[in-house]
């Protein structure tokens, strides 16, 4: 369910870049904007993207990290801990 919750997201994120640098290129064509100033445009949004991208992960970890803590899961540390006691 989250897999796909992602992915949605994801899929709907490819749709609106596509749509703006589509009306991006309209503008541009009608000569309103500069070729320089819509690569930059771009840019900024891509860069933007890949932040916000990175900041949902961090989120996202630490959310999942602290489920598990909460309910009380065994780690794979947790797990090679018990391996090496066992030895």
């Known amino acids: 369910m989250l897999k796909e919750l992602i ?5 709907g ?5 596509e749509k703006i640098e589509d009306e991006l290129k309209k503008l541009e064509e009608k000569g309103k904007l500069d070729t320089k100033d819509v ?3 771009l840019e900024s949004l891509e860069q933007k993207g890949k932040e916000s991208d990175e900041k ?3 989120e ?4 999942m ?4 803590d909460e309910l ?3 780690t794979k540390e947790d797990l090679e ?4 006691d066992l030895k």
Not at 7 to 11: A, I, R, S, V, W
Not at 60 to 63: G, Q, W
Not at 65 to 68: A, D
Request: aromatic content about 10%; proline content about 0%.
């Open 56 to 58: 949902f992960k961090a």
């Open 7 to 11: 992915f949605t997201g994801l899929g």
């Open 39 to 41: 690569k930059s445009f």
């Open 81 to 84: 801990k018990l391996k090496e």
């Open 65 to 68: 990290k602290e489920i598990i």
């Open 72 to 74: 009380g899961l065994a």
């Open 60 to 63: 996202l970890k630490s959310t």
């Open 13 to 17: 994120a490819l749709v609106l870049k």
